[in-house]
Every structure is written in C-alpha cells, then in structure tokens.
C-alpha cells in the first residue's frame, strides 16, 4: 500500500554515502524532510534532479528544511556521485529496495524503471506532499519549495 498525504513517514535505517548508518528516526520530527526517490546515480535525469537539488540545497537548508535522496545504488557509487557533481545533502543506499516498498514508490514504464517521487514530511512526520514525474526532474525541486514554504506558512 502506497503512502499518501496525511500519512506518518515510516521509519527506517539505511547506509549513507559515507557507509554511515542513518536512521530517519534522528530527523524524524525535528524539521521539515524533503525525500526523494530516484531509480539510479549517473543516469541523465537523475543526474539533473540531483543537481539541480544540490543548486537549491542551502535554500532548503535556510528555510530549515533537510534533502535526503534515495535510490538502490551502493553507498560507494553514491559516494562517487556525490563527489562528481559536489553533492552535498544526504544520498542513502536502499540496496534490497525495503524502503522503497515501505513508500509505495511506483515503478514506470511497466515497472522496469524504478519511479521518481519526492514526499515532503512536516515536522510532526506526517506526509504532506507527494510529487510523481519520472520525466520533470526540474518540477521536483519546484514542488519541493512550494510544499516547504506552504507547510511553513501554516507554521507561523
């Protein structure tokens, strides 16, 4: 069952870029999330969402809000692909794709890409905003901001 707005964000641990362990459990709650799957590194539109992420990031960051991407490549291939386009928020490996099944990201073009979903978590961990495109890197980040400042409007 998929994951929809107004759901809790459900909890998992998986290995980082640095093979560090991060448990959403230390995030969960303390700020605005903003996750991001993605079906793998180094491929043309993936590359471009993650840039154009990092390019946004300390927008993020400044409105109190962290970036978390996650795809079933290995720690080291998102070390690689964060080194190569100066990534700087968090990439996590979901090798066995359990977290990936705990979202209910859909597959594309008869389930032989994985999808490409962004879900914006509010700081009580509760969904608030999902956008599904595999082909709008861009809008991604657009709609990311949108929900972020909308959530943190309600806020003020």
Known sequence: MAIAIGDKCPEFTLKDQNNADFDIKNVLGKQVLVIYFYPKDDTPGCTAEACFFRDSYEDFKDLGCEVIGISSDSPKKHAEFAAKHRLTFTLLAD????VRKQFGV???LFGL???RVTYIVDKKG??????NSLTNAAGHIEESMNAV????????
């Open 149 to 156: 400042k909308s959530i943190l409007d309600e806020e003020a």
């Open 126 to 131: 509760i969904v608030r905003n999902i956008y």
């Open 113 to 115: 890409i994985p999808g």
């Open 106 to 108: 859909p597959g594309n």
């Open 95 to 98: 090798t066995e794709k359990k």
